[in-house]
């Protein structure tokens, strides 16, 4: 039989097809969590923009700034860490020193290097800059508080290490999610003295462990869930996140606020696995897998847009200086990202892995081993 006959045969067989359908199940599977990073990305430079336009003297009314302000933090970063929540188990399922090995290098690594980066910018140009800065103090500061918005960093690391703790202990996933509850609802009844890290862990813990809990789940079933349920699910969720915004009713009970969160976080996975599988998804993807970078860099590009229309330019105009801040505080660290694969600098975002070295192997011969380079 013609060999590129056997090819075409054994390319339609059931075992190949259902290697197929299993490879472009786990493509679809990085693209809509890609997606929804990149969702979520961009309402983080917004908010982040928004929030910074109070302190340049530019009219914007207080109830609008409460409406736009309420709604994005409602729910953004609950949903980066609920999508970190998605493979925690997995890594934790290694050895400990591995697990924690690879957190200092993408999550202390970065935290550490980037508050030093923008401190110094923010030290150097406090003439310009809306929040004064003392490099020093900042730097003092780090291992108890956070500088800025590195917060995420600091609360993701302790939350991972928390985690990997009560996962090594033998507990499961829902009895995680029930501990993270737990943490949740005694955050405002006492402290831990000066130590940040303890209100950021409690706040924060149980949007990981949800997402721990829902993974396999969302993983196996939610990119084959039906668009026009999607799209209804993220236009109930919205809706009500919308009214929320507005009316505040359940903002000031502690235990309504990440059911608001969950909306928020249902929402945008309807969205995402709607994009992914639209065929133009590539920015959004785009933007997600470059999450990291956006989320380190982006204050510097947003700044310098504000800084160039207002003290150069004279323009005082909003939705030009929203327009400006969010696209020059994405172009700013994507640029920055590809410069640094193109001049081969990794450690400008995260402290590579050691190269693993060259296991040498014996080949047995009639004549006895012989060494393999």
């Known amino acids: 039989m013609d060999p590129a006959a056997v090819q075409r045969v054994g390319s339609t067989s059931p075992e190949a097809r259902e290697a197929r359908e299993a490879r472009e199940a786990r493509e679809a599977r990085l693209e809509w969590v890609d997606y929804a990073k990149g969702i979520g990305i961009v309402l983080v430079v917004f908010g982040h923009v928004w929030g910074g336009l109070v302190h340049t003297g530019i009219y914007i009314s207080p109830a609008t700034f409460r409406f736009v302000d309420s709604f994005i933090y409602s729910f953004h970063m609950p949903l980066f860490f609920f999508l970190s929540g998605l493979f925690i188990e997995r890594s ?12 200092l290098r993408t999550i202390v690594y970065p935290y550490v290097l980037w508050s030093i980066l923008q401190g110094a910018a923010q030290t150097v140009l406090s003439g310009v800059a809306n929040h004064k800065a003392s490099l020093l103090e900042i730097v003092t500061a780090l291992p108890i508080k956070p500088f800025a918005h590195f917060w995420f960093l600091y609360a993701l690391f302790f939350c991972s290490i928390m985690y990997l703790v009560l996962y090594k202990a033998g507990l499961r996933r ?72 507005q009316t505040h009713l359940a903002g000031t009970i502690t235990l309504a606020q990440p059911i608001i969160a969950g909306l928020g976080i249902t929402g945008t996975l309807a969205m995402a696995f709607i994009g992914s599988r639209s065929g133009r998804h590539g920015l959004m993807t785009y933007l997600g897998a470059a999450s990291l970078p956006i989320y380190l860099a982006h204050v510097l590009g947003s700044a310098a847009a504000r800084v160039a229309l207002q003290k150069i330019a004279h323009i005082n105009t909003l939705w030009v ?53």
Request: aromatic residues 10%; contains cysteine.
């Open 174 to 245: 829902w009895a995680i999610v029930v501990l993270g509850g737990i943490f949740y609802a005694t955050t405002d009844l006492f402290g831990l003295g000066s130590w940040d890290g303890g209100y950021m862990l409690r706040k924060n813990f149980l949007y990981l462990a949800a997402g721990a809990v829902a993974s396999k789940a969302l993983c196996e079933n939610g990119p084959r869930l039906r668009t026009s349920g999607l799209i209804m699910s993220a236009i109930g969720c919205f809706s009500l996140l919308l009214v929320e915004a």
């Open 92 to 103: 934790a399922s290694r050895e400990a020193s591995g697990f924690i090995t690879s957190k």
């Open 321 to 373: 200086h929203l327009l400006a801040g969010v696209v020059l505080g994405i172009a700013f660290p994507v640029g920055l990202h590809w410069a640094a694969e193109k001049l081969r600098m990794p450690y400008l975002f995260t402290l590579p892995s050691a190269p693993r070295r060259k296991v040498r192997t014996q080949a047995v011969t009639a004549q006895g081993p012989v060494q393999k380079p």
